[in-house]
Each structure stands twice: as structure tokens, then as C-alpha cells.
């Protein structure tokens, strides 16, 4: 079953709708148009109990003023790009900056900030929401008209799956994500320190003291890195792991311990950004009233590796005109 309730107002006047994604056993996802922001996920424990698993703000009003891509879509570029600068077919293009000397999340206005259109669909089995947006040439100073489809699908098997399409009519780059906070225990449920949590990654991306890459891959043997098998999630991250494998596959494995809710990550991009919380606390206040604190949520954003354009070891992040940008992720939720 699928329902739509405005969520609130844009300072234009605009209403903005949230879609409530709910299955038969009463589990639930609810997405909004301002952003394409999860709001919530209530899923069961194992005992039965649900809890809203996804970090969050009450009002439509807190989203827009936030700063931390609270469960948005991310573009027109995922992560960071050093000085904003990229080389495309000989030209130099300077981005807009958002992060100090760099360019984060596809700059101050990226598609999380952006109303989408919306459509939804009752289907057999599942339901299925599709947001749509068209980022105009020259858009944070990308090139290009770019034309996004996101369809988010939730199942009688607990697994929210989303599935982004993008074109182009002039190269550009294209790496889009999803920036959801997610606490198993429940948003309210204290850090997430009492999480496990499994990423078949045999190296990583290392960065500089900006968070951009240097180019190197070491290897994650011997490290904090090390993640290959079951680990407390009690260090710090904001890293990406080149996850092993191609094509669609499991590539991350996280469960509280104590509710003993889980959550398995499936895509088919070479990279996940972990990133536990380190900028979080301070005076900001979730749903509830709940206040924001360091280790409060983690981050699992499949992408291309952060910095590609500026690494010709890395991953391809450039979409020729005329070609489709594909990638699907799947977050499937269980208990143990």
C-alpha cells in the first residue's frame, strides 16, 4: 500500500508531498519530494518491535535549513572532488565549492535540495515511487543537460531497492547516491557502537587531511580498514571502500546486536562510503526532539570511488552524450 500526505510547504508556496511505502506486515518507508529524502523506515526486531531505523528532522522547514544531506539523493556528483577542478576533453571546469577548498556532494544546491516530480504505482508484491528532475547545462557549473530518474521500490521482504537512471546531451560526470543515516536500533536508540558490521573490501581509497584521495589503494590487512570480517563498529569513518566483485552483488553486512535488526547492502558500483558520525552533535535536534550526537548514525553510500575525474587508476565517473547512466542499490532488512 502506498498513501500521499503534503509534508509541508517551500518558501515559494509549493506543496511538498511524502509517499508512505507500507507492506503487509506493517513495515514502512516514506519518501518525500523535497530532495528525494528517506524520512523514515520503521522495520521489526526480533521481537516484533518496529523502530524508525533512518535519523531525520521533523518538519519540512529543519530539512531545508539542515546541512548533513539528511537521507537525499545525492548529485550531480556523490562525495568529494579535489578544489572542485576535473578536466573533460581537454577543458578545465571549476565546480562550486562546499567544503572548504573542495566540492562535496554536488555543491551547495545538489540534487538533494531540489523539489523532483513525483509518480507512484501500487504494484504486485511491492510499491514503487519514481522522482524525476532535469538539472539544467551548466548546472553548479556541471556541463550538460542532465535528466534523472530515481525510482525507490519497497517489498513484502523488507528491501528497499533504488534504482537510478541518468542522460545526458553534452559529457559530464554522473555519480549519484543516497545519503541515509541509519541507526538499527532506532534513530532514538543511543550510537551505534553495539553494531557489527562486515564490508567485503580488500582496499581502500586514502585521503589527505581534506578527506581527497591520493590515489593510493592500499590494503585494508593490518587496519581500522579491515572490515572483511564481522567487526564492532566502535572507529570513526568517512572512507571509501573499493568493494570486491562486479555486477550486482552483496557488498556490506551490519546488525545491532542487542534489537537484532540487520541490514544487508547489494549494488553493482565499485565503491561504499562508511561514514559513522564524526561530524555529528552540536545543537541540532531529529524527529522528537532527539539531539544529534558524535557516532549517533552510520552511512552506507555505493558510489564511484570519490575524486575519480582527477585519477586515472580510478573508477569512470564521466556520462558521454547520448549513453544511460545505470546503477542499482538494494538495503534488505532482517533480524536475527
Not at 518538519?59 to 562525495?79: H, P, S, V
Not at 504486485?124 to 519514481?130: M, R
Amino acid at each position: 500500500m502506498i498513501s500521499r500526505k503534503q509534508f509541508g510547504t517551500m518558501p515559494d508556496g509549493k506543496a511538498i508531498f511524502a509517499y508512505t511505502m507500507t507492506n503487509t506486515s506493517g513495515a514502512s518507508v516514506k519518501i518525500m519530494e523535497y530532495g528525494g529524502i528517506i524520512i523514515d523506515i520503521y522495520v521489526p526486531d526480533k521481537n516484533g518491535d518496529f523502530a524508525d531505523v533512518t535519523c531525520g528532522y521533523e518538519t519540512l522547514e529543519d530539512y531545508i535549513k539542515g546541512d548533513q544531506n539528511q537521507g537525499a539523493l545525492i548529485g550531480r556528483y556523490g562525495n568529494r572532488i579535489g578544489k572542485g577542478k576535473f578536466t573533460l576533453n581537454g577543458k578545465e571546469i571549476q565546480l562550486n565549492l562546499n567544503d572548504g577548498n573542495n566540492h562535496l556532494h554536488g555543491g551547495p544546491t545538489g540534487f538533494g535540495t531540489r523539489v523532483w516530480a513525483s509518480e507512484c504505482e501500487e504494484c504486485e508484491g511491492y510499491d514503487k515511487l519514481t522522482l524525476t528532475l532535469h538539472s539544467p547545462d551548466g548546472d553548479e557549473n556541471y556541463p550538460g543537460n542532465l535528466d534523472v530518474t530515481v525510482v525507490y521500490t519497497f517489498n513484502e521482504e523488507n528491501e528497499l531497492t533504488i534504482d537510478y537512471t541518468a542522460t545526458t546531451d553534452k559529457d559530464t560526470l554522473c555519480n549519484l547516491t543516497n545519503h541515509a543515516y541509519f541507526n538499527l536500533a532506532g534513530f532514538n536508540g543511543g550510537d551505534i557502537c553495539n553494531h557489527k558490521i562486515m564490508i567485503d573490501a580488500d582496499r581502500y581509497t586514502e585521503t589527505d587531511s581534506e578527506l581527497i584521495p591520493t590515489g593510493n589503494l592500499p590494503s585494508v590487512e593490518g587496519t581500522k580498514f579491515d572490515l572483511r570480517k564481522p567487526t564492532m563498529l566502535t572507529e570513526y569513518y568517512d572512507d571509501n571502500f573499493c568493494v570486491n566483485g562486479e555486477g550486482f552483488r552483496q557488498i556490506v553486512d551490519v546488525v545491532d546486536t542487542v534489537s537484532g535488526r540487520g541490514m544487508k547492502v547489494y549494488t553493482d558500483l565499485p565503491g561504499v562510503q562508511l561514514y559513522t558520525g564524526g561530524f555529528m552533535g552540536g545543537d541540532i535536534l531529529y524527529k522528537r526532539g532527539v539531539k544529534s550526537q558524535p557516532h549517533h548514525a552510520f552511512c552506507l553510500e555505493t558510489q564511484c570511488w570519490p575524486d575519480s575525474p582527477n585519477h586515472e587508476n580510478f573508477t569512470n565517473t564521466v556520462l558521454r552524450a547520448g549513453e544511460t547512466y545505470r546503477t542499482t542499490t538494494k538495503y534488505s532488512f532482517y533480524f536475527v
